[in-house]
């Protein structure tokens, strides 16, 4: 299992099968299983379908790594628009960035100028959310993310709980009243910096969990969020939500479209706050590949996808 996710992880970012794969008919309907579509206006559809379930929904418009700078502002513009548009339909939908799509490699003020646009289009409840990426962005991730929580209350980062290095970045972040995504990472990192057994990162999950939980209470967090999908993890969280006496709406569950619907539609009908991350857009491959190595299973389904009419 191990070897499928390093060997995937590897796939994830070559380029010849970035330019391939994504033209082979079975590759293009397996990823339809965890998008709605590449376009804004499918991604407005099925966030408007998914408040009708009262889930809420977050955006994200595919895309690393862009290098040119023209393209990065391109991208920041699509996000205003977008935020337009969720403005105009009223929907309860926030967006997620990823900051090399905005030029952090290009350099980390253009990056922080194409972020602040955004988070200043945005209403002041909603939060904008910074993916965390590889782990050589930690730092200029955070450092970014420090400047604009400094300066705008509505701002939301990622942090994974596969890197050893996790605990304390949070406990920095903490006395700033950040907004955190809890995820356990996506990325091949080695283990001289994240943990490799999944048991590890699990009971290191749910301990980061609890101390967003407590500093919630606490008012030192503004919004604690689990971007999960392990459903035993959500079930110790909500346990540890009912003996701090919270209410359930304080458990904020975030996961991928197209996983574990039902789990999400339980959420939402018992009072916990759902919310589906709704990915669009043309440059899926690497995003879709990573998706592939959280679950090896998905290879199959996507085998199935080559002789499927
Ligand atoms: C809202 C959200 C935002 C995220 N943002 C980031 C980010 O910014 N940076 C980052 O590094 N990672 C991000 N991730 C990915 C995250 O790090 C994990 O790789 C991913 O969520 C898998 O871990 P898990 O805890 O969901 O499930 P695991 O513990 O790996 O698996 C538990 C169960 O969940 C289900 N499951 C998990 N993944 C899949 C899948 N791909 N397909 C089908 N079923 C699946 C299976 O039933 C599996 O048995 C994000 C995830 C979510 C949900």
Redesign the pocket.
Known sequence: MALMRSLLLAASQNVWLREHAVKYPFVRRSVSR?MPGETLDEALAAAQALQQKNIGS?FTHLGENVRDREEARHVAEHYLAALERLHQQKLPTEV?V?LTQLGLDLSPDFCFENLEQIIRREKESSIVWV????SNYVDVTLELYCRALKKYPNVGI?L?A?LYRTKKDMAGLLPLRPSI?L?????KEPASIAYPR?AD??EN?FALAQEMLRAKTAGQCVRA?F?????A?IRRLADFVRQQALPNGELEV???YG??RAEQERLARQGYRS???VAYGSYWYPWFV??????P??LWFMLRNVFAS
Request: glycine residues 4%.
């Open positions: 965890f977050v997620s990823k993916d965390m990426e590889a990622c994974q596969y995504r995820v356990k990472g996506a990325y999944k990162v699990d999950y969020a971007g999960t999908h392990h459903v993890l975030q996961m991928l996983i574990q919310v589906v991350l990573r998706r592939l190595a959280e679950r299973a998905n």
